[in-house]
Every structure is written in structure tokens, then in C-alpha cells.
């Protein structure tokens, strides 16, 4: 019954969207995420003990500045997701300016397929979405079941209304290496907290696990890998720089590789947090251990 609410509830709020405009649904986000932050502060502890350790020379009010950023920023993504089966193709395409989108034809030419990397910074559905109907090159997105299958599936279902597929996380492996053999591209997000007894990088200063996927994939296939991220601009337009991830001078031994791959892909990911704090998401533990 519970699932079934939260996907009534989910549906009538795309049909709201829908009614009053994505502009005039953008000002709701903000006033949606201010609610949250002052009134039911879901994780607010958490997103401001990682503000603290990400940002030791910030005082009270930076903090609360930020914070409430990251509130804001994620309810905007969240309506504009909402929104999103409601925008034409061409709305879609206009909605993200890929910086240099030639990089990835350039990578995906090479015929080793390609791995790109975001994370839950700005909008992150935007990025596959949209980039996999301007190259019209499909991406193969790999995604985490969410507990409410019937808002899973409405989501996988957005997801794949263009050109894209996705993949669920927890597949056998060699599913997603039969992707990349398949000279594919394949998209994930890659910034949350990995498993206890997995590898450990520096993440602003201090150690943090991570999934070391990305990286041994790399090292398998030969595919480069790219990092896009979505920073929202004033006119709520999206732009998104691709960067390779350097893979010179690594380390002989295997592991210490995977390493250093995925300690190179995470300080990307600290520099545009650095740019734009308020635009990660800073909700999760991703120092619990």
C-alpha cells in the first residue's frame, strides 16, 4: 500500500509540473527545498558534518549557506526529473550544453568503448538523457533498483524513452564487460560510499571507500574514461565539460592501479565540488568508515 501512495503521489506531481510549466516548477523546487531544510530536515546532521570535514575553514554561516543550497539543488533536479516525460526530444537536447560533446564521438571512434563517470551533482539524469539523444549514440546506464518498484519502473522507463537502456546494478559483471566489448558507452554515477572491505582513496583530505568498478573496468577493456558533470547555470540551462581521466605514469601493480585510477576520477570530482558546493549532494555518509 505504501508503494502504491508514494507512486500516486509521484505521478500526480509530474501532472502538476506539467500544468503549471517547468519555469513556474523550478520556483516551487526552491520553496520545496527551503521547506525541507527548515521544517523536516531529513539528513541534516549528516549534510552538515561533511560540510565540516569538506570545508574546515568555513564558518557557521557559510555552512548554513551551502546547506541550504544543497537543498535547493537537489529539489530542482528532483522537479525536473519529474518533468522530464513531458519535454519533446528537441527540449531535451536544448537542456545540457556539452562544452565538448566531440570528445565522446572522438573516444567512442576508438572502438573500446567508454566509460563516463558523473555524479549526484546539479541534474545527473540530465547528462545520459539528454547527451545520448544529441549524439544519438545510445548510453547504457547503470542504474540501482529503487525500493518502490513501481516508481522504479517509472523512472527506468523515463529513462529509456529516446535512445538509452540501462543496466541494473548487481548484474553479473560480465554483462557490463559484454557492453564495453560491445564497444559501448557506458554511464554511471560514481561518487557514493563503497563497501568497508573496499578500497580507499583521499576524498578532501580525508580517506574515504569507493567502488573500485570504474577502475578495474577501465583497466580490462582498454576504454577511456570520462567525467561529465552537470552545473546548473543561472538560466537554468546545464553545462557540462567532458575530462579524461588521466591513465599516464600509473603504478606496475594491478590493485595499486585501480588505485590510482579511481584516486585520479575522485579528485575531479572535488574540484568541481569546490566550485560549486552547493550543487553535490551532500545527504549521504560517504565518511562513515
Known sequence: MQNRIEYILFILLSFLFKLIGLTNARKFAKLMGAFFYYIIPIRKKTVYENLKIAFPNFDEKKINQVALGSYISFSVALVEILYMPWMTRRELENAVLFLNRDLILEKHKENKGVILLSAHFGNWEYIAASGGCQLNVPFSVIVKSQRNTLVDNWINKMRTRWTNKVIFLGVSIRYI????????????????????????????????????????LALKTGAPILYGIAVRQTDAIYKVEMVEIDRSNLPDDDSEKVIEISQRHMAHLEKLIREHPEQWLWHHKIWKY
Do not use: C, H, S, W
Open 177 to 216: 564487460y559484454k557492453e564495453m566489448l560491445d564497444k559501448n558507452i557506458v554511464a554511471m554515477v560514481a561518487d557514493q560510499r563503497g563497501p568497508r572491505e573496499g578500497i580507499r582513496v583521499n576524498f578532501f583530505g580525508r580517506p574515504t571507500a569507493i567502488y573500485q568498478g570504474p577502475a578495474m
